[in-house]
């Protein structure tokens, strides 16, 4: 689907076989009967993909930021939380990480103590009540959206769609009461959507379905710490340059790890995924 510069949405087809359009794309193209073809995908500023084994999957293009929006209820998962964070950073799109459902308070406590480290490593953790907001805060929301493209992340349940009806009264997201009562048996989103939360155009939400496996099959183990702010701020000191943060001795991302006489170090969960994620991607075969 193109966008025309007049805000009419028109279906294009690729040139080649395959698709290599994403969401995101700014295209040449040229009109044929009433659908078109794209000629050309301008050069992209960034691009948000994951990597799973060989396919790699792309969520959007030319992203000012990256709402991971989870909740209190479907629980989330760190590693989940932490794979689409690395993905971010590794494509140099700031990320910005929301907990919904605070009106259900002992699992929202929970989950929000389990967010301590990605605060305490400069991240923004929003709050929020999406079911319940109000105009006050429903400006606030809008005011970290406001002039940029922002595509929203994150597991089945979370309140993606919930956001951007809240946003964007009247957008055809569904949530999930919606699709139950119309018994479609459609509870998901299941393609990326581009919406206008404005009507001169210039804010952006992009609706993406929920996820199972976020592969980041595309980055060197080497360089993974460097993605994790709360271990980058550590690796300089180590011993040796190219200190995996694994074994080695002097290394400062280790001795930095939480423990009863270092409470404000790194976590050990987060370490956790890290020394998985470096197994991972170290037992891949590369070419
Ligand atoms: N308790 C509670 N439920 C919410 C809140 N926000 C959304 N929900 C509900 O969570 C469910 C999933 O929301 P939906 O927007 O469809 O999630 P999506 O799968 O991420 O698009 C729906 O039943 C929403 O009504 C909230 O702040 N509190
Ligand atoms: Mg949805
Ligand atoms: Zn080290």
């Given at each position: 689907m193109v966008e025309k510069s007049d805000g009419d949405r028109l279906i294009c087809h690729s040139r080649?076989?395959?698709?290599l359009g994403v969401v995101g794309d700014r295209v040449l193209w040229q009109a044929t009967g009433d659908e078109g073809t794209i000629e050309k995908i301008e050069a992209r500023r960034n691009l948000f993909f994951r990597q799973d084994d060989m396919r790699t999957k792309s969520f959007a293009s030319n992203l000012d930021q990256i709402l991971i929006l989870i909740a209190a209820e479907p629980a989330f998962s760190s590693s989940q939380l932490s794979r689409a964070l690395i993905a971010a950073e590794a494509a140099g799109i700031t990320p910005v990480i929301a907990l919904n459902k605070?009106?259900?308070a002992q699992p929202f406590s929970q989950a929000w103590d389990w967010l301590e480290p990605y605060r305490r490593m400069n991240y923004q953790v929003l709050r929020l009540t999406l079911r319940l907001t109000g105009e006050a805060e429903r400006s606030a929301l809008l005011n970290i959206f406001d002039g940029k493209t922002t595509l929203v992340l994150g597991?089945?349940?979370?309140?993606k769609s919930t956001l951007i009806n809240l946003l964007?009264?009247?957008?055809?997201?569904?949530t999930g009461e919606i699709s139950q009562a119309l018994n479609s048996?459609?509870?998901?989103?299941t393609r990326t959507t581009w919406y206008w939360v404005d009507d001169q155009h210039t804010t952006a939400l992009i609706d993406s379905p929920g996820f199972q496996e976020f592969g980041l099959?595309?980055?060197e183990p080497a360089k993974?710490?460097?993605?994790?702010p709360d271990l980058q701020s550590h690796?300089?000191?180590?011993?040796?340059?190219?200190?995996?943060?694994?074994?080695?001795?002097?290394c400062s991302v280790i001795s930095a790890l939480e423990s009863s006489p270092n409470p404000?170090?790194?976590?050990i969960n987060r370490y956790k995924i890290y020394s998985e994620l470096h197994a991972e991607l170290s037992g891949l075969s590369r070419y």
């Open positions: 080649g076989k395959k698709s605070s009106d259900l597991p089945s349940g979370s309140g964007k009264p009247g957008a055809l997201a569904q048996g459609k509870h998901t989103t099959n595309h980055i993974l710490a460097r993605y994790m690796a300089s000191d180590c011993k040796f340059y190219n200190c995996s943060h694994l074994h080695e001795p002097g404000g170090g790194i976590s």
